[in-house]
């Protein structure tokens, strides 16, 4: 039953007309749980609240299913002007963002070209962009693409998907870069070709990556909501004695808070990841995928 709702949530999200029929209602069924509102302004006061609380922020200007170059460059605008409200409003925030909603299923260099465009501005105000990774099909173009940006910019980073078999390769080739990368589970449906299909072997190969790049030497976020990973990386940076400098724990707005709240106490830096836009169906869906207890959640506010 659980495999069941996962597959449909994974399919809705991939599913287009929903996902419009979903833009033009606004935020529904309980999304605002995970989706911080529609507007930057939405976003930048989410941001304040969670500084207030000891928490920094990356923020995500939600995109999916973009076909033209039009389309790419207004993703594009929408990240500098995120940019530009965080840098005004001083708060302490980056940005996550989805290369294919700059272009990347269009062409490389338009993508290219957007990326160079958002970390120019980024540079300017002495702030970071994260590079989300999305499915195995951009998997390779997603990491040649890094890999050119970052022997310019100092102030990228990309995220690596633990269920994915190359994963530990891509680390090992990462390094040779320094990359601040953000190492996750990884959230899509993949095929066994690919990725591990059963949990056990993902959480494995998760802790393997995360001692492989803390012990590197290189800037790791930690992003995950499993607090055996938790507890296995501050395992880690404590035997190995790594400074609080090279490495922090991220995660998802509005999940658990509690553990963010117990983190920030304990005195480790927590990054809290909040989308917000119009585009918010996706993500949503990703989210439910995750946890079918969300649906309860779903029900209720239907219910309402
Ligand atoms: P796991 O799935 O084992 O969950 C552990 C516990 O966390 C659960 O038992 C539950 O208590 C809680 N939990 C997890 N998900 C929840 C949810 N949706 N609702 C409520 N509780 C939940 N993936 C990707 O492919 N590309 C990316 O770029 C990113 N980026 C990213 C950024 C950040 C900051 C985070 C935290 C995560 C991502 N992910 C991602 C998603 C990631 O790959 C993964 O799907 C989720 O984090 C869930 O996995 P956990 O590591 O939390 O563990």
Known sequence: ????????????GKNTSANKLAKKYGL?????????????????????KLNSDGKVVTLDHLGEFVYTEEEAL????????????IEEAGVNSNLSLKMTSLGLDISKELCMR???????RARLYNNFVRIDMEDYEHCQISLDIYKELRREYDNVGIV????????????????????NLRLVKGAY?????????????????????????????????????DETMIEFTKSVVSEYNI????????MLYGICEDIQARLVKEGYKVRVYVPFGVDWFG??????????????????????
């Open 1 to 12: 039953m659980e495999l069941l709702m996962r597959n449909m949530f994974q399919s809705l």
């Open 160 to 179: 690596i998907q633990a269920y994915l078999y190359r994963t530990e390769q891509d680390i090992a080739d990462l390094n040779l870069l320094n990359a």
């Open 243 to 250: 400074p609080k400098e090279q490495f922090e724990f991220q």
């Open 189 to 225: 449906k993949e095929s066994p070709a690919v990725a591990f299909p059963e949990k056990k072997d993902v959480d494995d190969n998760y802790k393997k990556i995360i001692k492989q790049h803390l012990l590197n030497g290189n800037y790791t976020a930690v992003a995950s909501h």
């Open 283 to 304: 993500y949503f869906m990703r989210r439910l995928a995750e946890r079918p207890a969300n649906v309860w959640f779903v029900l209720k506010n239907l219910l309402k």
């Open 114 to 120: 957007n990326m160079r465009n958002i970390l120019d």
């Open 74 to 85: 207004q993703s594009a605008a929408m990240c500098i002007q995120t940019l530009d409200a």
């Open 28 to 48: 529904r069924f309980g999304a605002a749980r995970f989706v911080a509102g529609d507007s930057i302004k939405a976003a930048i006061d989410a941001v304040k």
